[in-house]
């Protein structure tokens, strides 16, 4: 189970089924009407989930984030499944990085490190996807159930 090395982040061309997988966290996302606090997910989308939710003034540095992702990405691990991290959360304004999104992907790194095997960590919004380590993503206009493609951004 060695992560690969000098490879961080989802890189292009995206594979078809994550593709798939993310639309549909996407689509998912987009039923919440009302404002979402940032959750962060660990696991198989659809399948076995982790939860956390981060609540404000919680202090979580690098070591305590990465404590987290490890005892939840731990169930999928012992059965020999990588699990995806993703968080949820309102769309940032364009263009702008959000401070949250860039710890827990240093912790996923982390964490990938520490398991030897490679977390992907993508940031779930109503209209889009994106990791902020690699800035691979797609972003819908108006999402709709179907096919995996969407516009790079």
């Known amino acids: 189970m060695d992560a690969p090395a000098g490879r961080i982040g989802i890189s292009e061309p995206v594979p078809s089924l994550l593709a798939r997988v993310l639309k549909h966290a996407v689509v998912t996302q987009a039923r919440h009407t009302e404002p979402v606090e940032p959750l ?59 401070q949250e ?21 993508v940031v779930i919004t109503r209209t889009s996807w994106r990791d902020p380590r690699s800035g691979v993503g797609r972003t819908w206009k108006r999402i709709r159930p179907g096919k995996a493609s969407g516009s790079s951004g």
Do not use: K, N, Y
Request: proline letters at 8%; glycine letters at 6%.
């Open 40 to 98: 962060l997910h660990v696991g198989i989308p659809g399948q076995h989930v982790c939860t956390f939710e981060p609540r404000a003034g919680d202090q979580l540095d690098l070591t305590l984030r990465t404590e987290i992702l490890e005892a939840m990405a731990s169930t999928d691990i012992g059965r020999r499944r990588v699990p995806l991290v993703w968080l949820t959360r309102d769309p940032a304004p364009p263009g702008a990085l959000d």
């Open 101 to 121: 999104d860039l710890a827990w992907a240093a912790a996923a790194t982390c964490a990938s490190d520490e398991l030897e095997v490679r977390l992907d960590l």
